[in-house]
């Protein structure tokens, strides 16, 4: 069984910082893309930044510059940095995992259970 978990969220000011963290553990032969996605209240979910295994990367438009994403595939970790952080930066952050448990296995997609983020004075 597959799991992934967040950690790092909270409450910061505008124009702090956090660093997300997900890591997977489980039954996993390779872990190809992962993502970090994020869903404000009354707002449908929308990607924020993707990382392949390779270490290629896209961002919305609304967090370039400012987020950057990164992944330890000994650790099977992908990370957020969150800088310049704005009020409408608040949302659920949900990381996302296209993942392999065995060589000729299908590649499933794992998700996080989520963590908080609320950026307030």
């Known amino acids: 069984q597959v799991q992934l978990v967040e950690s790092g969220g909270g409450l910061v000011q505008p124009g702090g910082s956090l660093r997300l963290s997900c890591a997977a553990s489980g039954n996993i032969y390779i872990i190809n893309t992962m993502t970090w996605y994020r869903q404000a209240p009354g707002k449908e979910r929308e990607l924020v930044a993707a990382?392949?295994?390779?270490?290629?990367?896209n961002y919305a438009d609304a967090v370039k510059g400012r987020f950057t994403i990164s992944r330890d595939n000994g650790k099977n970790t992908v990370y957020l940095q969150m800088n310049s952080l704005k009020p409408e930066d608040t949302a659920v952050y949900s990381c996302n995992a296209l993942i392999q448990e065995t060589t000729w296995g299908p590649q499933r997609s794992y998700w996080g259970q989520g963590t908080q983020v609320t950026v307030s004075s």
């Open positions: 990382i392949t295994r390779g270490g290629s990367t």
